[in-house]
């Protein structure tokens, strides 16, 4: 009988493996450890894999060797990590990051390789580099292969192989962060300090751990690494993060992809390797339950261990959409965190937003320009979206604190602005519109804030859809109108409703004839929209 795991390491006797033997038998999940000694005997390993591989370890020494049979057995069995044979180079340390380098949000550190110390004579020369650095081994763990190079005595007495190495200017800090991920989802976050006399902060080396218990910084810290593990196409890592005392701004250290979890389990208090086996199971449900079952399950579960904002977007649409209790607990629960009771904390968290310029999360590239024309639109959003949900989540009118900012002007300049940008509207598309609607909640009953739905329908008209990016574009601009003006799904639409039945038909519409260009996303919230207007005609195909 075909097992649910196979995990393949060639030591099953390690902590990890033990641990995870140890709740499989909890959880009555039927697991194996498979060692994999070369490529020749592939054929026969690939016989009788469970429906899960987890990689963490084997015999094989080269990487296309691994990617391949990893490749191979991605046909039979969910395997963790994909990304092994997707992005081989995964485990290069100079990859990560020149990968990391493309994403705009994400700061990772000025690396350069060199295969002998010419080059890395020439780089000091350039002052590509300077004492100190560091110098460590491309691929490893642990903190082996890494060291600190203060002079040209230290850089003289490194050892050359084939494999060169990764240089780095050294960073100046405290101590590092791990934040272990696993299935988009982070549990916790871990500090980690170097020993006396030690500059590698690895608990391997003797450096201590301890939970990192600031909430806000722990929810930066796990969003940041969430979203470096979905840049990499990884489902199970541990993300390393650095604070750069002298630039003041959290950098990406680097990608552990086979990590290890005894020190974090012990520090965080999380059954880390029943988590593993948990999100296991949850793949190989995808062979048995439909996907609104798993969708439900998987945020159920994961619900103690998403960010903030997840946490918020999913409670918040699942009460106001279902009205389960849970949801209107879990809403509950964040309720401090989002919108402090302390009159004096939520005045300085709306004086710390509005000073922030939010980026979208979508869309960057062509949507950069108008970012740099309207700045303060996504802090003007946020401010008002905290004034809305406060009232339709928590029956709260923070409006008396929000004029302390003496901002009122700013959100009428705005919107005269917006009115007359045509363009910007139809690139910024939900941003805008969530404004407009924001400010005619925000301003209730004065008429000269109202929005005319046909306003956004003449324009939507006006758009193209000759790729992906116009079409969505166009989608999430009229399903955005028909949110706002359900209130975020607390209402059903009361005026206009021909025009925004109008809207949905024409989303339908554009699904339909451009299928494959539309994202899930995009379907589903057509779907949501459909139901929240109660037009009948669903394509569900």
């Known amino acids: 009988?075909?097992?649910?795991?196979?995990?393949?390491?060639?030591?099953?006797?390690?902590?990890?493996?033990?641990?995870?033997?140890?709740?499989?038998?909890?959880?009555?999940?039927?697991?194996?450890?498979?060692?994999?000694?070369?490529?020749?005997?592939?054929?026969?390993?690939?016989?009788?894999?469970?429906?899960?591989?987890?990689?963490?370890?084997?015999?094989?020494?080269?990487?296309?060797?691994?990617?391949?049979?990893?490749?191979?057995?991605?046909?039979?069995?969910?395997?963790?990590?994909?990304?092994?044979?997707?992005?081989?180079?995964?485990?290069?340390?100079?990859?990560?990051?020149?990968?990391?380098?493309?994403?705009?949000?994400?700061?990772?550190?000025?690396?350069?390789?060199?295969?002998?110390?010419?080059?890395?004579?020439?780089?000091?020369?350039?002052?590509?580099?300077?004492?100190?650095?560091?110098?460590?081994?491309?691929?490893?763990?642990?903190?082996?292969?890494?060291?600190?190079?203060?002079?040209?005595?230290?850089?003289?007495?490194?050892?050359?192989?084939?494999?060169?190495?990764?240089?780095?200017?050294?960073?100046?800090?405290?101590?590092?962060?791990?934040?272990?991920?696993?299935?988009?989802?982070?549990?916790?976050?871990?500090?980690?300090?170097?020993?006396?006399?030690?500059?590698?902060?690895?608990?391997?080396?003797?450096?201590?751990?301890?939970?990192?218990?600031?909430?806000?910084?722990?929810?930066?810290?796990?969003?940041?690494?969430?979203?470096?593990?979905?840049?990499?196409?990884?489902?199970?890592?541990?993300?390393?993060?650095?604070?750069?005392?002298?630039?003041?701004?959290y950098r990406f250290l680097e990608l552990n992809c086979r990590p290890q979890w005894e020190a974090f389990e012990k520090v965080t208090k999380i059954n880390i390797s029943k988590e593993i086996l948990i999100y296991c199971r949850q793949l190989i449900d995808r062979n048995y339950k439909k996907l609104p079952e798993l969708i439900l399950d998987y945020y159920d579960k994961s619900f103690p261990y998403l960010d903030l904002t997840k946490k918020r977007h999913y409670a918040s649409r699942m009460f106001l959409f279902f009205k389960r209790k849970i949801d209107r607990e879990r809403l509950n629960q964040i309720e401090d965190f989002y919108l402090p009771k302390n009159e004096k904390k939520l005045y300085e968290n709306l004086v710390h937003i509005r000073k922030q310029v939010i980026e979208p999360s979508d869309f960057k590239q062509v949507r950069e320009p108008f970012v740099k024309k309207y700045p303060t639109l996504g802090s003007l959003n946020a401010i008002l979206f905290k004034v809305f949900f406060g009232q339709i989540w928590y029956g709260r009118d923070i409006r008396p604190i929000v004029k302390k900012l003496k901002i009122e002007k700013e959100f009428i300049e705005m919107r005269q602005k917006l009115l007359v940008d045509k363009q910007a509207i139809k690139v910024f598309s939900t941003r805008i519109v969530n404004f407009l609607y924001l400010i005619e909640f925000y301003f209730e009953n004065q008429k000269e804030f109202k929005v005319d739905p046909e306003f956004f329908w003449n324009i939507s008209e006006e758009m193209e859809e000759n790729n992906y990016v116009e079409v969505s574009l166009k989608n999430y601009l009229l399903s955005h109108c028909i949110i706002n003006a359900t209130k975020f799904y607390s209402q059903p639409v009361l005026e206009n409703k021909d025009v925004y039945l109008r809207m949905i038909k024409k989303i339908e519409e554009t699904i339909e004839n451009n299928f494959f260009e539309t994202i899930l996303d995009m379907r589903i919230e057509f779907l949501v929209c459909a139901k929240l207007i109660g037009y009948i005609n669903i394509n569900e195909e």
């Open 1 to 249: 009988m075909q097992k649910d795991i196979t995990v393949i390491t060639n030591d099953s006797n390690k902590w990890g493996c033990r641990r995870l033997a140890q709740e499989a038998g909890k959880m009555k999940i039927k697991i194996e450890f498979k060692n994999i000694n070369n490529a020749f005997s592939f054929e026969n390993d690939l016989k009788n894999l469970g429906k899960v591989l987890l990689w963490r370890s084997a015999n094989l020494k080269q990487f296309p060797d691994w990617a391949t049979f990893l490749e191979m057995a991605s046909k039979k069995s969910f395997v963790i990590n994909h990304a092994f044979y997707k992005k081989p180079f995964i485990f290069n340390k100079f990859y990560q990051q020149e990968f990391i380098k493309h994403e705009k949000d994400l700061d990772g550190i000025e690396s350069f390789y060199c295969i002998n110390s010419q080059e890395v004579s020439s780089a000091i020369r350039e002052n590509k580099i300077c004492y100190p650095f560091v110098a460590k081994a491309p691929i490893g763990g642990h903190g082996t292969k890494v060291f600190l190079i203060k002079n040209k005595q230290d850089f003289m007495s490194l050892n050359w192989d084939e494999a060169g190495y990764l240089l780095q200017n050294y960073i100046k800090n405290d101590g590092d962060y791990r934040v272990l991920v696993l299935g988009g989802r982070a549990f916790g976050v871990m500090k980690r300090v170097a020993k006396e006399g030690e500059f590698r902060n690895n608990v391997s080396r003797g450096g201590s751990a301890y939970l990192v218990e600031d909430k806000e910084l722990s929810e930066m810290l796990s969003t940041t690494a969430v979203r470096i593990a979905d840049v990499f196409g990884i489902q199970m890592c541990g993300v390393d993060l650095i604070f750069d005392q002298n630039e003041k701004k």
